[in-house]
Antibody, heavy 118, light 106 residues
Framework: QVQLKESGPGLVQPSQTLSLTCTVS????????VHWVRQPPGKGLEWVGA???????DYNSALKSRLSISRDTSKSQVFLKMNSLQTEDTAIYFC????????????WGQGASVTVSS | EIVLTQSPTTMAASPGEKVTLTCRAS?????MHWYQQRSGTSPKLWIY???KLASGVPNRFSGSGSGTSYSLTINSMETEDAATYYC?????????FGSGTKLEIK
C-alpha cells in the first residue's frame, strides 16, 4: 500500500540547515508527485513545496529563497533542504502524495518533528 | 494567494446533532478538499473535489459548495468525529489551507 515516512534530525540550531528525507513505498516517484507540508505546534497546516513527477519543483514563495526539494527516484526518496533556520520554522514536517491528475493529498507520512533551538 | 477562512474556529456538538463547517475562499476555486486531523496524528484526506468521500469515510459526512463558499456536513455527530477539519484549495499556487475548525463532542 501507499506509504510515506519522514526522517531527519529532531533538533536544529538557529541559522543552520534542515535536511529531511521522505522515503516512499507503494508508488513510483516518476509517475507521482510529492508535497511537503508543515504544522507549527498548536497551529494549522502550511504548504511548503512540491516536486512533480517530471522532476520540476514549486515552492511557497515565502520560503522559496531558503528551500530546495529534490529526489532520488532509484531510492524512492524525496529530500527537503531549508537553510537559515529560525525558531519560526519549528514544526512537524509532513511529506504527502499528490493524487495523480489533481492537487490534493491522498496519503500523508507520520511527520517529522523539527525544533529550532540553540 | 487564495486565503481560505473557516468558521467556526471551534465548536462542540452533541451525539446525533447535525454539524456544518464552512470554508470561504477569497477568490473562486474549482473544488475544495477537506482533511480530518485527530489529536496527535497526521491529517487524513476526508472529502475531495468538494463532495467525494475518501475511502473509509462514513456516509454521514457530505460536502458541497461552489465558487467561494464550501461546506462539510455531518448528518449525525458521533464521538469519533471529534477532530480538527481543514479545507484546502488546489486551484492556484500556492496551495493553501484554511486555519481549521476544531470540532468537539459535548
Amino acid at each position: 500500500q501507499v506509504q510515506l515516512k519522514e526522517s531527519g534530525p529532531g533538533l536544529v540550531q538557529p541559522s543552520q540547515t534542515l535536511s529531511l528525507t521522505c522515503t516512499v513505498s507503494g508508488f513510483s516517484l516518476t509517475s507521482n508527485s510529492v508535497h511537503w507540508v508543515r504544522q507549527p505546534p498548536g497551529k494549522g497546516l502550511e504548504w511548503v513545496g512540491a516536486i512533480w513527477s517530471g522532476g520540476s519543483t514549486d515552492y511557497n514563495s515565502a520560503l522559496k529563497s531558503r528551500l530546495s526539494i529534490s529526489r532520488d527516484t532509484s531510492k524512492s526518496q524525496v529530500f527537503l533542504k531549508m537553510n537559515s533556520l529560525q525558531t519560526e520554522d519549528t514544526a512537524i514536517y509532513f511529506c504527502t502524495r499528490n493524487y495523480p491528475g489533481t492537487f490534493f493529498m491522498d496519503a500523508w507520512g507520520q511527520g517529522a518533528s523539527v525544533t529550532v533551538s540553540s | 494567494e487564495i486565503v481560505l477562512t473557516q468558521s467556526p474556529t471551534t465548536m462542540a456538538a452533541s451525539p446525533g446533532e447535525k454539524v456544518t463547517l464552512t470554508c470561504r475562499a477569497s477568490s473562486s476555486v474549482s473544488y475544495m478538499h477537506w482533511y480530518q486531523q485527530r489529536s496527535g496524528t497526521s491529517p487524513k484526506l476526508w472529502i475531495y473535489e468538494t463532495s467525494k468521500l475518501a475511502s473509509g469515510v462514513p456516509n454521514r459526512f457530505s460536502g458541497s459548495g461552489s465558487g467561494t463558499s464550501y461546506s462539510l456536513t455531518i448528518n449525525s455527530m458521533e464521538t469519533e468525529d471529534a477532530a480538527t477539519y481543514y479545507c484546502q484549495q488546489g486551484s492556484s499556487y500556492p496551495l493553501t489551507f484554511g486555519s481549521g475548525t476544531k470540532l468537539e463532542i459535548k
